[in-house]
């Protein structure tokens, strides 16, 4: 079992809302990353928690707040975001071995719109 | 400078033929290559990939080829259907990088009936 799910699917919001997404993965894996992915580009990494703690910020705006409750469980908390924040926002898991070489899994997406 | 280059982005072919997608990299540090496909706002799939020691890992219909000297990789679609129009992505990790993946720009791929 390979799968990483993702709430919600759609996420419309507005400037000055309060919102999360949730990723959940139940492989073990103790690596979990948030992408950001715009049309026709790939996908463009936020943040990795390894064991459960930040391990990078890629400079995200602190407008998004990533948590780490447990090793199955990843969100990402939203607040007064922009019009241009409007994106696919993946979730992704890897087992984060010491050797390297790793499959990252991908959630599905949550397709997020800001108006 | 982008350390991952997918130069084509589109390529369409006929059903039942073979499609290849190829990827050039930079860095030679990299030591782990993977190829992702993804559908329209959906997450990428895993699909195959590749050790730095290996030239040739094969899963079904899908072949990856590394070549290290020219820092060049492929993905080789056999037959092609339908089904595997999407837009495909090769990563590579490793060196500094670790287990971060840097990703290409992506291959439109449209497999014709």
């Known amino acids: 079992d390979t799968e990483v799910t993702q709430t919600p699917k759609h996420l419309v919001m507005g400037m000055t809302n309060k919102k999360s997404l949730k990723c959940e993965q139940h492989?073990?894996?103790?690596?979990m990353y948030w992408y950001k992915q715009k049309a026709k580009k790939p996908p463009e990494l936020m943040f990795v928690y390894s064991y459960e703690k930040l391990s990078i910020n890629e400079s995200v705006p602190s407008r998004f707040s990533p948590e780490c409750p447990n090793s199955s469980l990843l969100n990402l908390h939203l607040h007064a975001l922009q019009p241009e924040d409007s994106a696919l926002y993946l979730c992704?898991?890897?087992?984060?071995?010491?050797?390297?070489?790793?499959?990252?899994?991908f959630g599905p997406g949550t397709r997020l719109l800001v108006l | 400078d982008q350390q991952v280059k997918q130069n084509s982005p589109s390529l369409s072919v006929q059903e039942g033929r073979i499609s290849i997608l190829n990827c050039d990299y930079t860095n030679s540090m990299f030591d782990y290559f993977l190829w992702y496909k993804k559908y329209p706002a959906e997450g990428p799939t895993f699909l195959i990939s590749?050790?730095?020691?290996?030239d040739k890992n094969e899963d079904g219909r899908f072949t990856v080829f590394l070549n290290k000297s020219a820092k060049h990789l492929s993905l080789h679609i056999v037959p092609s259907q339908p089904g595997d129009s999407a837009v495909y992505f090769c990563?590579?990790?490793?060196?500094?990088?670790?287990?971060?993946?840097?990703f290409g720009g992506g291959t439109r791929l449209m497999v014709k009936p």
């Open positions: 992704a898991s890897s087992q984060d071995r010491r050797g390297g070489r790793e499959t990252q899994y």
């Open positions: 990563a590579a990790s490793g060196g500094n990088a670790g287990n971060m993946l840097t």
């Open positions: 590749i050790s730095s020691i290996k």
């Open positions: 492989m073990g894996h103790r690596a």
